[in-house]
Nanobody, 126 residues
Framework: QVQLVESGGGLVQAGGSLRLSCVAS????????LGWFRQVPGKEREFVAA????????YYADSVKDRFTMSRDNAKNTVSLQMNSLKPEDTAVYYC???????????????????WGQGTQVTVSS
């Protein structure tokens, strides 16, 4: 069972960059699909990016494509989200998530992930 601890949130001006990190427990990290989601008050949790398990490819929401880059380091049990060209509409609480068994068609669906970090606030000012 994986446990996730996030870091890296903060306040940044529009156009700036921020890097989020998430450290996971357990020896079977490679077998987990990893995702980043974000949420603002009054809205449903929104897909940002994900990497499918066991060397699978990376998927991005259209709203962050070409601005955000997700990566994982299986040796360190970490997953990162490099966020560039940030916009005020990127402001949200960002969560890392992991799941061992979800199918590829569900990779963008938040309630298919069993394990979640505590969330980290990202605020982008204009």
């Amino acid at each position: 069972q994986v446990q996730l601890v996030e870091s890296g949130g903060g306040l940044v001006q529009a156009g700036g960059s921020l890097r989020l990190s998430c450290v996971a427990s357990g020896p079977t990290f490679r077998s987990y699909t990893l995702g980043w989601f974000r949420q603002v008050p009054g809205k449903e949790r929104e897909f940002v990016a994900a990497i499918f398990r066991n060397g699978g490819r990376t998927y991005y929401a259209d709203s962050v494509k070409d601005r955000f880059t997700m990566s994982r380091d299986n040796a360190k049990n970490t997953v990162s989200l490099q966020m560039n060209s940030l916009k005020p509409e990127d402001t949200a609480v960002y969560y890392c998530a992991a799941d061992r068994g979800l199918i590829l068609s569900s990779i963008r669906t938040w309630n298919q992930y069993d394990h979640w970090g505590q969330g980290t606030q990202v605020t982008v000012s204009s």
